[in-house]
């Protein structure tokens, strides 16, 4: 992921989100609230607020940085991999079904591994894609892994060619480490 | 205007050069070897107005229309082709450039036709039209899987369409008249259509369309009417959906009229 892809990824993308928030919100009674609670409050169960996709992409793309980082990629170890390898019937299994998601998400959005706390059918692990702004925070679970699928993610470097850039994004850019880390703050507060 | 049967193409954005490009109305024949063929869009005639193809009040029969195009034998296999622009990739430089169509056009829109052709093979779907199979595949909002690919086929042949070398500038005679009573200017018009297309978030179109007042029973008067039938309107729509989902009654007379610009990002990059 190119310098040149992160400067405006971040840079432009990322900062108008924050910069068009703050002027949305300002004089109004989201202003003052945590990002989390404005993105639930704006999500509006699914009548979106202005607000919405503004504050949603901001704390989707915090997410997005911490899924990644330099020297990624490889494999999850304890607990993580223990769950996964129970929910999914092996690591391989979940990255596949992750790629999928990833690669079938139509238009812009999002492919996130998240953690159901009320899981019906045991499994607390899910892998699911998102459209735009939307995420696993609106929907009732707990984030644990995001990549970005909105064409300005990986289009200066691999243009039209994102099952290349999941495949990247998987095997050199993934923070297993950051995924194990929310992992258990989602087990701890679901206890 | 009550008695107008016809639809528009828009016009681009381009600058003007002070250049006159007759536009050829083109019927677009997007199936291989196809018994009949639906144009998305029935221009009668045009005016050589810069940009612009404007319809006539002649009234064209559905039957004329299937005739536009190229007289074909009974298909072999009924595969979409990629339609190529009405002008060499480079023509719409600088404003866009030859890479970007031939990213856009060359893998994008082909994605699309490849994609959809192994989609729709040994399937009922096979031997329809294209606008037949987006309208089916629409399913009244709950899309079946062919509907993005059939769809983003439509669009971006009507997008290529939607420009010309030397394009933009302002429209005339009957579209300029319909612009000015419906919007109250061209400007008005302009405005609403660059604020629309600015604002459509994530991917999607923006389209100039005429919004017809139909029912699905011939004969009907519709029961609710609205402000914005028979007028044109600015509308946007996100990833592939389209005006003729929205209005998917429409007969194979009317046409609904669009001009559209792309804001799926691979567009602009």
């Given at each position: ?5 992160m ?25 003052g609230k ?14 979106l ?18 899924s ?85 993610a ?38 | ?30 199936m ?56 060499p990739?480079?023509?719409?430089e ?11 056009w ?61 394009g ?96 799926h ?5």
């Amino acid at each position: 992921m190119s310098a040149n892809t992160m400067s405006y990824h971040w840079g432009k993308h990322h900062r108008s989100y924050v910069d068009n928030l703050n002027k949305q919100i300002l004089g109004t009674e989201l202003q003052g609230k945590s990002l989390e609670d404005v993105i639930v409050q704006t999500y509006n169960n699914g009548d979106l607020h202005p607000a919405f996709n503004n504050a949603a992409q901001v704390w989707n793309h915090d997410f997005f940085w911490d899924s990644m980082k330099p020297g990624g990629g490889g494999k999850p170890s304890g607990e993580l991999l223990k769950l996964i390898e129970r929910d999914f019937g092996s690591f391989e299994k979940f990255a596949e079904e992750f790629r999928a998601a990833a690669a079938t998400q139509f238009g812009s959005g999002w492919a996130w591994l998240a953690f159901n706390p009320r899981p019906s059918d045991g499994k607390e692990l899910v892998v699911l894609k998102t459209p735009n702004a939307v995420n696993p925070l609106v929907l009732g679970y707990t984030a644990l892994l995001t990549i970005d699928v909105w064409e300005h993610a990986y289009y200066l470097d691999y243009q039209n060619r994102r099952p290349d850039y999941i495949s990247i994004f998987m095997e050199k850019l993934v923070s297993w480490d950051a995924v194990s880390a929310k992992l258990e703050v989602a087990k701890a507060q679901a206890a | 205007m009550e008695n107008y049967r016809g639809c528009f193409v828009g016009y681009a954005q381009a600058s003007n050069l002070g250049r006159h490009y007759p536009c050829l109305l083109r019927c677009p024949s997007t199936m291989a070897a196809a018994a009949t063929i639906s144009p998305p869009c029935a221009l009668l005639s045009y005016q050589g107005l810069r940009g612009a193809l404007v319809s006539t009040r002649t009234f064209q029969s559905a039957k004329n229309q299937r005739q536009c195009g190229r007289a074909v034998a009974a298909p072999i296999s009924a595969k979409f082709d990629l339609k190529p622009p009405p002008y060499p990739l480079d023509a719409l430089e600088p404003h866009m450039s030859r890479d970007t169509i031939s990213y856009h056009w060359g893998k994008h829109h082909r994605g699309y036709v490849e994609n959809l052709n192994m989609q729709i093979v040994g399937t009922d779907l096979d031997g329809m039209s294209l606008e037949d199979i987006i309208i089916l595949s629409y399913n009244k909002g709950d899309i079946l899987p062919s509907f993005n690919n059939a769809a983003q086929i439509w669009n971006h042949d009507f997008f290529w369409e939607s420009m010309v070398p030397n394009g933009g500038g302002k429209p005339s005679g009957d579209l300029l008249e319909l612009i000015e009573r419906d919007f109250g200017s061209f400007e008005k018009f302009s405005a609403k259509f660059r604020s629309a297309a600015s604002t459509q978030f994530g991917s999607g179109w923006v389209w100039l369309a005429y919004k017809a007042n139909r029912l699905n029973v011939g004969n009907a008067i519709n029961p609710r009417p609205s402000d914005e039938d028979k007028k044109l309107v600015v509308v946007k729509s996100p990833n592939a959906v389209n005006p003729l989902v929205w209005d998917y009654l429409v007969s194979t007379i009317h046409r609904i009229a669009v001009c559209h610009c792309s804001l799926h990002i691979h567009r602009f990059i």
